[in-house]
C-alpha cells in the first residue's frame, strides 16, 4: 500500500517561506491517541515530539534527561516509545509502527512533532518528488 502526503507551505520567522513534507499520524499509547500533521525529516534521526503530547498520552519516560542537537540547537529530551499510525486515504489503508523510539522534548515552547528515521524509514520506501509531495510504501519483507 502507498500513501500519499502533500507539502505544505510553512512561514519562517524571517518572513520567507519554505515547503515541508506534512503526514498525517495519530500518536497512540494504550487507549489514548491523537491526531497530527508531523513533519517527514529524513534529518532527523529521532521522533520528536513536545512533552504536552507524551503527558496526553500517558508515556513513560526513561529517566534520564539528555542533550540533543537539533535544527533550533541543543535542546533536552528523555527517550520513551509509542505506536505511530500513518494515515491512509480510508482506516483500511493505515499503516501502523508499533514500540517506535521518540525524544520527548522538555523546553514546553516546542510544540512540532517531527518523524525522524529510527524505526520509520527501515518499514516504507519514500520518495520525496521536489517540494510537490512524498509517498511511502511499505516494505513487507524486512
Known amino acids: 500500500m502507498t500513501l500519499g502526503y502533500r507539502f505544505k507551505k510553512f512561514k519562517l520567522e524571517s518572513g520567507t517561506y519554505t515547503k515541508r513534507p506534512i503526514v498525517d499520524i495519530i ?3 494504550n487507549d489514548k491517541y491523537l491526531e497530527f500533521g508531523a513533519i517527514l525529516d529524513s ?11 507524551a503527558d496526553y498520552l500517558g508515556l513513560e519516560e526513561d529517566g ?6 537539533g535544527y ?10 509509542l ?3 500513518f494515515k491512509g486515504k480510508e482506516q ?3 499503516e ?21 528515521t529510527i524505526g520509520v524509514f527501515e518499514n516504507f520506501k519514500i520518495l520525496f518528488n521536489d517540494t510537490k509531495n512524498v509517498s511511502l510504501t511499505r516494505l513487507r519483507n524486512i
Do not use: F, H, Y
Request: proline share 5%; hydrophobic share 35%.
Open 96 to 116: 501502523v509502527l508499533n514500540s517506535i523510539p521518540v525524544a520527548i522534548m522538555q523546553d514546553p515552547e516546542e510544540e512540532d512533532v517531527i518523524i525522524g
Open 72 to 81: 533550533k540547537g541543543i535542546g533536552k529530551i528523555k527517550e520513551s516509545k
Open 43 to 53: 534529518g532527523s534521526d529521532l521522533t520528536t515530539i513536545p512533552k504536552s503530547v
Open 92 to 94: 483500511r489503508q493505515n
Open 64 to 69: 534520564k534527561e539528555i542533550d540533543m542537537v
Open 27 to 29: 500518536l497512540k499509547n
Open 83 to 85: 505506536t505511530i499510525i
